[in-house]
């Protein structure tokens, strides 16, 4: 059964409006929470990250809201650029294990 | 410093051969895991180690072991591939502490 669910597996946007990536969980036992940016043919990288006793933290364009009462993550991108145009996984963590969502494809459109 | 490397990337085998895949970060992480990625599923743990000489199974391990000899290196092995372990698999390292898990570039590997 997914811990994580990406439930948009695609997503577009002009080039500088706001792009919103959701990932729902299922376990409230999780204690952070992770977004990763991954292009083609090449290996996810970090992107921003919150811990559970947060409900909002920002890095430069990008901002991660928690909702734990909903069991809810989004990642805002503002504005969004066509270089952001990737795939975005949600990741939560367990003791030591992480847990994926399947992904959303942003497409930003110049 | 050349992070998380992977060997090899792209890799063709028959059905019943077996393989190993190298991950090696140059970070000190004690930390390390194996992921595959297919269509549709995301990334799945297959195993992890939290240091040197210990693993520990993830989401998916069936048909896989590992090994983890040196710090820096963390083996994956395939004894009796299938086409159904066709996949993308991901190495990655974390330190101690720390959340962030950086990946190498994956390899490929095709079971025909």
């Known amino acids: 059964d997914q811990q994580v669910k990406q439930n948009s597996p695609s997503l577009s946007v002009q080039e500088g409006r706001i792009s919103i990536l959701n990932c729902d969980y299922t376990?409230?036992?999780?204690?952070?929470f992770l977004w990763y940016k991954k292009y083609p043919a090449e290996g996810p990288t970090f992107l921003i990250s919150i811990s559970s006793i947060k409900d909002k933290n920002e890095d430069g364009r990008f901002t991660v809201f928690l909702n734990k009462s909903a069991k809810h993550l989004s990642l805002h991108i503002v504005p969004s650029q066509p270089g952001d145009s990737a795939v975005y996984f949600c990741?939560?963590?367990?003791?030591?294990?992480?847990?994926f969502g399947t992904g959303t494809s942003l497409t930003v459109i110049p | 410093n050349a992070g998380v490397t992977q060997t090899p990337k792209f890799r063709v085998l028959k059905t019943g051969q077996s393989m190993t895949l190298l991950c090696a970060q140059d970070m000190n992480h004690e930390y390390m895991y194996w992921y595959r990625q297919d269509p549709g599923m995301g990334l799945r743990l297959i195993h992890y180690?939290?240091?040197?000489?210990?693993?520990a199974k993830g989401e998916v391990p069936d048909g896989y072991n590992v090994s983890r000899l040196k710090k820096q290196n963390f083996l994956l092995g395939l004894e009796s591939a299938a086409p159904s372990q066709t996949s993308v698999y991901f190495c990655?390292?974390?330190?101690?502490?720390?959340?962030?898990?950086?990946f190498g570039p994956g390899t490929r590997l095709l079971v025909l």
């Open positions: 180690s939290v240091g040197e000489g210990t693993t």
């Open positions: 990741a939560v963590i367990l003791g030591n294990q992480f847990y």
């Open positions: 990655a390292s974390r330190m101690e502490g720390r959340e962030t898990q950086y």
């Open positions: 376990n409230s036992m999780f204690d952070y």
